[in-house]
Nanobody, 128 residues
Framework: QVQLQESGPGLVKPSQTLSLTCSVSGASISTRDYAWSWIRQPPGKQLEWMGTVAGDGSTSYSPSLEMRTAISRDTTKNQFFLQLSSVIPEATAKYYC????????????????????WGQGPQVTASS
């Protein structure tokens, strides 16, 4: 059983950088069997895929967020990270880390049921 746990500030001021950590247990983030993603859901809106880091460390991002998003990892701690710069109030959302098996065809921005494990998705509020 893979478990993911997000951590980080629950409040960030506009124009600042939102930083979150996802701690993983039950699987290595270096394995090629899984990919590791950040997903958010603003209040009253749909899930939005932000980006993914693969087992080999390669990253992919949502085109709409690519210029302000960075996903990195620390394989020694089995953690991966999200940084979203120049935060605006519309960044207020629940932020989830999630993982999917790399077998089969998978679209990270649409196949929500295809994610095998999710973190709890803490609320992050962007407000001064």
């Amino acid at each position: 059983q893979v478990q993911l746990q997000e951590s980080g500030p629950g409040l960030v001021k506009p124009s600042q950088t939102l930083s979150l950590t996802c701690s993983v247990s039950g699987a290595s983030i270096s394995t090629r069997d899984y990919a590791w993603s950040w997903i958010r859901q603003p209040p009253g809106k749909q899930l939005e895929w932000m980006g993914t880091v693969a087992g080999d460390g390669s990253t992919s991002y949502s085109p709409s967020l690519e210029m302000r998003t960075a996903i990195s990892r620390d394989t020694t701690k089995n953690q991966f990270f999200l940084q979203l710069s120049s935060v605006i109030p519309e960044a207020t959302a629940k932020y989830y880390c999630a993982t999917n098996s790399t077998t089969g065809i998978f679209c990270p921005s649409r196949d929500w049921e295809g994610y095998d494990f999710w973190g709890q998705g803490p609320q992050v509020t962007a407000s001064s």
